[in-house]
């Protein structure tokens, strides 16, 4: 089974779990939410489309899940982890990234995040929720150039409230939809492509601002 296989099919390998494990499945979902957001070696969890997933398991008839408790229990697994990555970042910085080749703790990774977050400073922190990859890195790169934390929790919590919520409820209300259920690939490539969205609207809106000056000046 490939990683990209099991991320396509989500659904139901969240059955089968939930099935077998009940309720002890609350506990799995804490854990892949925090580290994906909290590791910098674990970017590659599900994030958006694994919500989404869960959203649509609660919403079935007889879920061993509920949406009451997924709500506040994978917001907090999100603050936690970006926390505890802000902290990583902070204390340890970038000398864990000593390989330039490394799969996981590619510095490349680390060069995009900076880059985000030079370009769109603090409300990088909500925006990179819905980016793959730099929503890992983003909290770690806050954490090296040392943003003052009490703004860095400020939007830590906006931005995990927002992206845990309306995913969950997103999937909750979509994805028992028989449409849905039968193009579940296509849902979870479509999710990943409007995650992006974001991203490509600030930068539309930066280059635009950019524009705008140098015409003035010239």
């Known amino acids: 089974?490939?990683?990209i296989n099991?991320?396509?099919?989500l659904d139901t390998h969240l059955h089968d779990l939930a099935a077998g494990m009940g309720p002890w499945l609350y506990v799995i979902l804490f854990a892949v939410i925090f580290c994906e957001t909290g590791l910098v070696i674990t970017p590659f969890l599900p994030g958006d489309s694994l919500l989404f997933a869960v959203?649509?398991?609660?919403a079935?008839?007889?879920s061993v899940l509920s949406l009451p408790v997924l709500?506040?229990?994978?917001?907090v697994a999100a603050i936690a982890g970006d926390a505890v990555n802000y902290a990583i970042g902070r204390f340890v910085g970038p000398r864990i990234f000593s390989k330039e080749t490394s799969w996981l703790l590619n510095r490349k990774h680390l060069d995009r995040a900076q880059a985000f977050y030079d370009t769109y400073g603090a409300k990088t922190i909500v925006l990179a929720r819905f980016i793959p990859i730099v929503r890992t890195f983003a909290p770690f790169v806050a954490g090296i150039g040392k943003?003052?934390?009490y703004r860095f929790w400020f939007y830590n919590c906006i931005g995990a409230v927002i992206w845990v919520a309306g995913f969950l409820l997103l999937g909750y209300t979509?994805?028992?939809?028989?449409?849905?259920?039968k193009n579940h690939s296509m849902v979870v490539l479509g999710i990943i492509g409007i995650s992006v969205l974001p991203m490509i609207y600030e930068f539309w809106k930066s280059h635009r601002e950019k524009s705008i000056v140098a015409s003035s000046e010239s």
């Open 1 to 3: 089974m490939t990683i």
């Open 6 to 9: 099991w991320f396509l099919h």
């Open 55 to 58: 959203g649509a398991l609660a």
């Open 60 to 62: 079935g008839e007889g």
């Open 71 to 75: 709500i506040p229990l994978l917001i």
């Open 147 to 149: 943003m003052e934390y």
């Open 174 to 181: 979509f994805g028992g939809f028989e449409l849905v259920k």
